[in-house]
């Protein structure tokens, strides 16, 4: 049962990763913001050129 | 009992558990390569695949892993030394493999197989599982580490740095190259999928109020709830899914969706100017998640299906088009196969992932093999998928779906009489029963490959979830889940090779490599989208129905990639006096420089029209000339010329990187390699 909280916390954390949604936590915790649209807007504006430059493969 | 015993117990159940494993994977692949004259079940090429994949992780990886790479769980990682908490982060490795696959897996190991599954099952089974242990896995493994040693340095970076400024060049030309001819097939396969399909198109357009709704939503109601708006616009495109029905049945809306070739390539054109030039938080970011979203589920419930279900594969393991006259395209298993699949077995365009956003990520060396390694297997399992999609169907159906309609005839009878001539029998009413089935007007001609794995993956999941009433369903959530994904790589591509164009103008005039200069994001976002529109509109007008000629130009293009990336790591273990083990590399090098350089040799020069682009311009000229023949004739000339320049280049960096390997083994040159200094891990045992 233990182990399988752990997969499912880690199936999360991926989720979470894979949806940026860490990556805002990260950017909040780093700004000192709480969650609010002004905070997610000076996220993505700090993501933007990263995101945009990633590349998705064929 | 005393710990020697209980050690030895343990090691001599490893050793039985792997010759069991080593049993079974030669029983499956003996199954697979042998039986003929009577259909096998998919459960084989699932055991096979399995075997082969468990085989090459624990023996052949960790070989390379500790004899060639010595992996150091000591060494700190870039991701722990220039942590930023953006681009360079700690991260938990199955975390980073996640990443690491969603940003991989696209499209193209699906519509590979489904397309080289015209040869049979059998070449395009052994290529994708020989080719991703030997091959791929490979490539990606080191690029990875390479990258990671070099603080997280991209595929162009370091053959600048490894090979020369020839290196870094052609990497830089060959990257550009493929991703216009990447969207300008990709952009093909949609308009395939779509054309006349008044249900796929609404579900389609539909997706992009949705993303649009999503990104909204995410700015300015929920800021950050990305996983939550995902499952909302999930659900939403279920529901375009169901609306779509009625429209097809709406006989004042199915006439408005109801699209041809020509007006689906103009919308995709305008689409991707407007997905380029639009913030990325408003439309490029919303249908990734989405997008994302519905990759993973869905193969994950492929997977589930295939294994669960275990259909019957219809396809022989040969079939007569070995021979080279095959209707989806043209040519010979050696090279053709080898180049249309190129992401289940190796794919250069990884090379650029695994030294992209993954090397930042990574907390300790070792974890490079699982990542690097374990994630391009997960990719070749996609792709045996895919040639189990393709496979189950009849091979009648498959090719009255997959044979342009300048091969096998316009009109149905015609295409029917042609295909059964060829030993598959299938019968006009067949084809209207399934096209009925899927709701579709009709399903000849569908070159692509995207129609034929949504007819495969409709009739495993109705062999059970729904039954036949809703094949329809599943078909159109197959397209839906294709076009989604192929609209991603448009928009993210096109963007990608914007930025790539903008830096390099950068060089000539500054402001035009200012990201947020709009007269430049204008032109440079005009630049790319006329240069693989340029593409698209030619395969829409081809009577080949285009991927004939664009895809092997497009897996050409994406082989050479991964030469160049063999030629840096090939560099890199020579350089590290490994050598001896160099083959790792060299052999995968050799193979993809006599696969891509015979076929680019084929695609320009062979004398049959159908395979040679010269040839086919030279028949056009001595046919009658009608409208569109100048204007075929270019196109052909253009495609050789883009192929011979793509080899010429290659030929060049295999040079200059062949005499750095000789300089340095003859002792004439100093091996230095140019990694990062080491400098001793603070992360604990088990953290990362």
Redesign the interface.
């Known amino acids: 049962m233990k182990q399988l909280f752990h997969a499912a916390r880690i199936l999360l954390a991926t989720l979470r990763e894979i949806f940026d949604e860490a990556a805002y936590s990260r950017f909040l915790a780093r700004a000192q913001m709480t969650p609010s649209r002004e905070a997610y807007t000076a996220f993505w504006r700090e993501r933007e050129k990263a995101c945009a430059r990633r590349p998705r493969c064929c | 009992m005393p710990t020697g015993t209980s050690n030895e117990m343990k090691k001599t159940l490893s050793i039985l558990a792997w010759l069991a494993v080593v049993l079974l994977g030669a029983v499956a692949v003996g199954v697979v390569a042998l039986r003929r004259g009577e259909p096998i079940n998919a459960l084989w090429l699932v055991v096979a695949a399995t075997c082969c994949y468990a085989l090459g992780y624990r023996f052949y990886s960790s070989f390379i892993a500790a004899r060639i790479l010595a992996l150091d769980g000591l060494r700190a990682t870039p991701a722990e030394r220039l942590e930023n908490?953006?681009?360079f982060?700690v991260?938990?490795k199955?975390?980073v493999?996640?990443?690491h696959f969603?940003?991989?897996?696209?499209?193209?190991p699906l519509v590979g197989p489904v397309l080289a599954a015209q040869f049979g099952y059998l070449p395009g089974t052994m290529w994708v599982l020989a080719g991703a242990v030997f091959a791929g896995c490979v490539q990606d493994f080191v690029i990875l580490l390479f990258s990671v040693r070099r603080d997280g340095k991209s595929l162009t970076e370091m053959a600048k740095e490894e090979i020369g400024p020839v290196g870094g060049f052609v990497a830089y030309a060959a990257v550009i190259s493929?991703?216009i001819i990447?969207l300008g097939v990709?952009a093909l396969i949609v308009v395939n999928a779509l054309k006349a399909s008044p249900w796929g198109a609404f579900t389609i357009a539909m997706t992009m109020p949705i993303a649009l709704l999503m990104g909204v939503y995410?700015?300015?109601i929920r800021?950050?709830?990305?996983?939550e708006v995902?499952l909302l616009g999930f659900v939403l495109v279920l529901l375009a899914i169901w609306g779509g029905q009625w429209v097809s049945q709406n006989p004042a809306m199915a006439q408005i969706f109801t699209l041809s070739a020509p007006t689906l390539a103009i919308l995709i054109i305008v689409y991707g100017f407007a997905a380029s030039a639009l913030?990325?938080?408003l439309l490029?970011?919303p249908r990734?998640?989405l997008s994302?979203?519905v990759k993973l589920g869905t193969i994950a419930l492929l997977g589930v299906g295939i294994v669960v279900l275990h259909p019957t594969l219809h396809m022989p393991a040969f079939t007569r088009f070995v021979d080279g006259t095959g209707p989806v395209f043209a040519g010979k298993i050696f090279p053709f196969a080898f180049i249309t699949i190129?992401?289940g077995a190796i794919?250069g365009?990884?090379s650029?992932?695994s030294s992209?956003?993954t090397p930042k990520l990574i907390a300790r060396e070792t974890e490079t093999r699982m990542v690097g390694y374990g994630a391009m297997m997960a990719e070749s399992a996609v792709a045996v998928m895919a040639i189990i999609a393709a496979c189950v169907m009849q091979p009648g159906i498959y090719f009255a779906i997959n044979s342009p309609a300048g091969v096998v005839g316009q009109a149905p009878e015609a295409a029917v009489a042609t295909i059964s001539s060829w030993g598959f029998p299938v019968t006009a009413a067949d084809m209207q029963a399934l096209a009925h089935a899927v709701g579709e007007q009709t399903l000849y001609n569908r070159t692509g490959g995207a129609p034929a794995f949504a007819v495969g993956m409709a009739q495993i999941f109705s062999h059970s979830l729904g039954g036949a009433t809703l094949m329809a369903l599943w078909y159109h959530f197959a397209i839906m889940f294709e076009a989604l994904f192929i609209l991603?790589?448009l928009d993210?591509?096109t963007?990608?090779a914007r930025?790539m164009v903008q830096d390099a103008l950068a060089h000539v005039y500054k402001p035009l490599g200012r990201?947020s200069w709009y007269p430049s994001i204008l032109a440079t976002s005009a630049l790319i989208v006329a240069s693989w529109g340029y593409f698209l509109w030619q395969g829409v007008k081809d009577p080949l129905g285009g991927i004939n000629s664009l895809w092997p130009l497009?897996g050409i293009a994406?082989q050479l990639l991964a030469t160049v990336a063999l030629c840096v790591a090939t560099t890199i273990l020579i350089k590290m006096h490994r050598a001896k083990y160099a083959a790792v590399t060299l052999v995968p090098l050799a193979w993809l420089v006599a696969v891509t350089f015979t076929a680019s040799w084929h695609k320009v020069f062979d004398p049959q029209p159908r395979i040679g682009f010269l040839a086919q311009a030279r028949a056009l000229e001595a046919g009658p000339a009608t409208g569109p023949t100048a204007r075929l004739i270019f196109n052909n000339r253009l495609d050789a010329a883009v192929t011979g320049v793509l080899v010429v280049m290659v030929g060049l960096v295999l040079i200059e990187s062949a005499r750095q390997w000789l300089e340095i083994l003859s002792g004439k040159k100093e091996a230095r390699v140019k990694e990062s200094p080491f400098v001793m891990t603070r992360l604990a045992e088990g953290q990362g």
């Open positions: 908490g953006r681009d982060l991260t938990n199955w975390v493999f996640g990443h969603a940003a991989i897996a696209g499209p193209g493929i991703l990447l990709a995410l700015r300015r800021p950050g709830k990305v996983l995902s913030p990325v938080w490029l970011a990734d998640y994302t979203f190129a992401c794919s365009f990884h650029l992932i992209g956003t991603t790589v993210a591509g963007r990608v930025f990201t497009f994406n």
